[in-house]
């Protein structure tokens, strides 16, 4: 099973700032993951689809880049309503997820 | 715009068989794939399995000797059966539609439905 690790766990910052998060994953996905928002009792929203294909309605500032074994989120100033919980998730094998990063303000 | 939403018993008795049902609206279930997936505190997200509109299906092998999904062309709806169901199973269940003629990622979601088990 290919593992996502996502780091950081939570990571603090305040309304305007850059967010960079990063996936990696155990084994090569190729350009094959996509990236998930999560708000307090929602269901996950596709933000990112293989690796830097912004999904339909998201904002320009979220981009996701990468490939292989090594990707990143960035959201290039933050807005009050992307404090969130995001997840890597990758279809090469099987369908996995990470165990998501928070977004929390600092 | 496509909608889903799962419906189902909220709590299941250990040994028992969990049942949901995504039904999918403002749009056919024809042509695409649908997943089922919960998510837990302890483990995450977890994808449970798929279904495509033909009938083809692919479970995660931890899950895949107590899972059946089926689909219900008529209804436009998707359905879970998670059989000998223990306190591990306690979760939120999501439905998702997961690509078109292939599989792909999980949009959109269904609002997901808790579900406990508990005697």
């Known amino acids: 099973e290919i593992v996502l690790t996502q780091s950081p766990a939570t990571l603090s910052l305040s309304p305007g700032e850059r967010a960079t998060l990063s996936c990696r994953a155990s084994?090569?996905?190729?350009?094959?993951l996509a990236w998930y928002q999560q708000k307090p009792g929602q269901a996950p929203r596709l933000l990112i689809s293989d690796a830097s294909n912004r999904a339909t309605g998201i904002p320009a500032r979220f981009s996701g880049s990468g490939s292989g074994t090594d990707f990143t989120l960035t959201i290039s100033s933050l807005e009050p309503e992307d404090f969130a919980v995001y997840y890597c998730q990758q279809r090469r094998e099987s369908l996995t997820f990470g165990p998501g990063t928070k977004v929390d303000i600092k | 715009q496509v909608q889903l939403q799962e419906s189902g018993p909220g709590l299941v008795r250990p040994s028992e068989t969990l049942s949901l049902t995504c039904t999918v609206s403002g749009g056919s279930i024809t042509n695409y794939y649908w997943s089922w997936i919960r998510q837990t505190p302890g483990k995450g997200l977890e994808w449970i399995g798929y279904?495509?509109?033909?009938?083809?299906?692919d479970y995660h092998p931890s899950l895949k000797s107590r899972v059946t999904i089926s689909r219900d062309m008529s209804k436009n709806q998707v359905s879970l059966n998670l059989r000998s169901v223990s306190a591990a199973d306690t979760a939120v269940y999501y439905c998702?539609?997961?690509?078109?003629?292939?599989?792909?990622?999980?949009?959109?979601w269904g609002q997901g439905i808790p579900v406990t088990v508990s005697s």
């Open positions: 084994q090569s996905v190729s350009s094959q």
């Open positions: 279904i495509y509109y033909s009938g083809f299906t």
């Open positions: 998702a539609r997961s690509g078109f003629w292939t599989i792909n990622w999980f949009d959109p």
